[in-house]
């Protein structure tokens, strides 16, 4: 026996998935029912939730590229750019 399910997702979401359903050979339905499937058997939501930090060396270039330091600084032209990474050598 089967049941109807309704659900509320974004349009755009909706159509995107659609897509992609399609170019897999599957339907929104089966998707779902795999998706769902997955679920009851590994006994959790199949889906990766990670907040990726970034390492100390990227803090620090993140944090120069909010002061404007070194080759973190924006630049007004590609060869001001290729100015300062000759001058870095």
């Known amino acids: 026996m089967t049941t109807l399910v309704n659900i509320r997702i974004d349009e755009n979401d909706k159509k995107e998935f659609t897509k992609l359903c399609n170019t897999l050979g599957l339907s929104v339905t089966t998707a779902i029912n795999m998706f769902v499937k997955q679920s009851i058997r590994e006994q959790r939501i199949p889906v990766d939730l990670v907040v990726r930090f970034p390492n100390s060396e990227t803090m620090v270039v993140i944090e120069n590229s909010r002061k404007g330091i070194g080759l973190?600084?924006?630049?007004?032209?590609v060869e001001d750019l290729m100015e300062a990474l000759d001058a870095e050598d």
């Open 72 to 77: 973190s600084k924006a630049y007004d032209t």
